[in-house]
């Protein structure tokens, strides 16, 4: 069964942090990898994607994911955090095999004015 | 707005009563999710549909647990003789084949 694991499950920064999540997923063949960001009260909303080309992928709110897949990670980074990136991150995988997107267990972040 | 509406936004039930949760996709998705969400944890898949047909169901998804999507539109997930273990946020998410997942607010629901 794939599975989806992230690195942190709590993360606190400091405004103008540089941010790295880790992502890694179990399933071996070919994948689609989705980061998902939910605010405080808010759903589920799409920060980026990879289906394939570039394996460096831009999202909204300057975020940029790598796809590694000798290493089958997808980890999420931005260069400089603001206050109003404080939410919980998930990553999800969607293989060729299964068509249900799994998701990892989220890491929060908590960034500090 | 989101696009996938659930109705209702909160749900409070007495043990062993059932309760039934509706899902508008977004009009021209093919396919449609549930979830089930716990505190901390990341979303639980239970089952998914294309169009009306449903074809896949998590081990998650007991016979407690039922879905339908009637004519490949709206969706109901109904869930019988309801336990405090069944708290939790169901969410529902609707996507065209092979794209990204769009995601609704949630129907919380507490078994008291």
């Known amino acids: 069964a794939q599975s989806v694991s992230q690195h942190n499950h709590h993360v606190i920064l400091s405004e103008a942090a540089s941010l790295e999540l880790g992502c890694n997923y179990s399933?071996?063949?070919?994948?689609?990898l989705f980061w998902y960001v939910q605010y405080p009260g808010q759903h589920l909303q799409l920060l980026l994607k990879?289906?394939?080309?570039?394996?460096l992928v831009k999202g909204i709110k300057g975020f940029e994911a790598e796809f590694i897949k000798s290493k089958f990670s997808f980890n999420l980074r931005k260069p400089s955090v603001q206050w109003s990136d404080t939410a919980e991150y998930f990553c999800?995988?969607?293989?060729?095999?299964?068509?249900?997107?799994?998701f990892g267990p989220g890491t929060r972040l908590s960034v500090l004015p | 707005d989101t696009g996938v509406s659930q109705d209702p936004r909160h749900k409070i039930t007495k043990r062993g009563q059932n309760v039934t949760f509706r899902c508008d996709p977004i009009?021209?998705?093919?396919?449609l999710y549930w979830y089930r969400q716990t505190l901390g944890q990341g979303p639980e898949f239970l089952t998914y549909?294309?169009?009306?047909?449903?074809?896949?169901k998590s081990r998650l998804l007991s016979d407690r647990f039922s879905a339908e999507r009637p004519k490949g539109s709206f969706s109901t997930l109904e869930i019988q003789r309801t336990e405090q273990g069944d708290s939790a946020m169901y969410l529902c998410?609707?996507?065209?084949?092979?794209?990204?997942?769009?995601f609704g607010q949630g129907t919380r629901l507490t078994v008291v």
């Open positions: 998410a609707s996507s065209l084949a092979g794209a990204e997942a769009f």
């Open positions: 399933y071996g063949g070919t994948v689609n």
């Open positions: 990879y289906f394939s080309g570039d394996p």
């Open positions: 999800a995988v969607v293989s060729n095999y299964g068509q249900n997107f799994v």
């Open positions: 009009s021209e998705h093919n396919r």
């Open positions: 549909f294309q169009n009306e047909a449903q074809l896949e």
